[in-house]
């Protein structure tokens, strides 16, 4: 079955830097388009960025120039470089994805992982 095991969280200071990993099996990794999404406390799901088969990358205004998602598909990995980290960064980290389609919009996830806490302190 598909799997998604997200690693790499930790405790930081605001300005910090951090980068996540996720590593997929179930799948044909390179026909999907992954995603790295988080969850605050009290708060919605939220898509934080996407790359697709090709590398096309997405990113969501709050993160623009200081996230940076990428892919190796040899090793089934997805990465998040995480930079300038902000208090508002802090949340539960998780990745997903899906095949015939790059857009995560209205796109239901049967499963998630456990996901990698991130936590942005002084």
């Known amino acids: 079955q598909v799997q998604f095991v997200e690693s790499g969280g930790d405790l930081v200071q605001p300005g910090g830097s951090l980068r996540l990993s996720c590593a997929a099996s179930?799948?044909?990794?390179?026909?999907?388009?992954m995603g790295w999404f988080r969850q605050a406390p009290g708060k919605q799901r939220e898509l934080v960025a996407s790359?697709?088969?090709?590398?096309?990358?997405t990113y969501d205004d709050s993160v623009k120039g200081r996230f940076t998602i990428s892919r190796d598909n040899a090793r089934t990995m997805v990465y998040l470089e995480m930079k300038s980290l902000k208090p508002d960064d802090t949340a539960v980290y998780y990745c997903n994805g899906r095949a015939l389609g790059t857009q995560f919009s209205g796109f239901e996830f049967k499963q998630w992982g456990q996901g990698t806490q991130v936590t942005v302190s002084s």
């Open positions: 790359i697709t088969r090709t590398g096309n990358t």
């Open positions: 179930g799948l044909i990794f390179s026909l999907y388009t």
